[in-house]
């Protein structure tokens, strides 16, 4: 079975910098997608960003840039030009391709927390 | 906006009881996922349909049941509810459940088990 690992219960940042969060995976799929999830305070499951493993280049989605590194099963979000509004639960999430199924398995998740 | 509607947004109800969580996935989405978010568990998959038929179960209890209608949306059903069945529940949909397609989420119904 596949298992994310999310090893920063909590962090922090400053208003206007950056930070890195960590997610780490586990399988012996070749072909998978990764995705990162926001849940704000609203509890809203807001989707961030998705990688495609067959693919080399590196997602970006405006200030939200990930650093995947398929052969050491690594998955980081980097967060750019923080805002008050990054303030929020993180979520790494694992999906396989498996013939009409493709369930999420999370991560426990990253609580982020942006300074003003 | 996600455009998955979940109702209702909040559930309170004693041990013992039944009940039935909503889902109506984006317009055009043919899949329906189903997880439960609690602090012990954290994020786990329940169920999926598409288009009407079960495609995979997760660690969803035999005291819970899905269906998923003709028109697409999906009921999520709870029984004999006991105090660890608080939780928040999510449902998700996708186009469709092959190629990765990201699943976009509902608001969630919050549960609570008195």
């Known amino acids: 079975a596949q298992t994310v690992t999310q090893s920063q219960p909590e962090m922090s940042v400053q208003e206007a910098e950056t930070v890195t969060l960590s997610c780490t995976y586990d399988?012996?799929?070749?072909?998978?997608?990764l995705f990162w999830y926001k849940q704000p305070p609203s509890r809203q499951m807001i989707l961030v960003i998705r990688?495609?493993?067959?693919?080399?280049q590196n997602a970006t989605e405006n200030r939200f840039s990930v650093n995947f590194q398929k052969a050491a099963k690594s998955f980081s979000l980097k967060i750019s030009d923080s805002q008050l509004g990054d303030t929020a639960m993180y979520f790494c999430?694992?999906?396989?391709?498996?013939?009409?199924?493709?369930?999420?398995?999370f991560g426990k998740g990253t609580k982020l927390t942006v300074n003003p | 906006d996600s455009g998955v509607t979940q109702t209702p947004k909040h559930l309170i109800t004693a041990t013992g009881q039944r009940v039935t969580l909503r889902c109506s996935p984006r317009?055009?989405?043919?899949?329906v996922y189903w997880y439960q978010q609690s602090l012990d568990q954290g994020l786990q998959f329940l169920i999926q349909?598409?288009?009407?038929?079960?495609?995979a179960k997760g660690n969803i209890l035999e005291r819970f049941s899905a269906q998923q209608f003709p028109d697409l949306h999906s009921e999520l059903n709870l029984s004999s509810l006991e105090l660890g069945d608080s939780a928040l529940y999510f449902c998700?949909?996708?186009?469709?459940?092959?190629?990765?397609?990201?699943?976009?989420f509902g608001d969630g119904t919050r549960l609570s088990i008195l």
């Open positions: 998700a949909s996708s186009v469709s459940p092959t190629n990765g397609q990201p699943q976009h």
């Open positions: 399988t012996s799929e070749n072909n998978y997608y």
């Open positions: 990688q495609e493993a067959y693919k080399q």
């Open positions: 999430a694992f999906m396989k391709t498996q013939g009409g199924s493709e369930k999420l398995v």
């Open positions: 317009s055009g989405d043919l899949s």
């Open positions: 349909y598409y288009n009407g038929e079960e495609r």
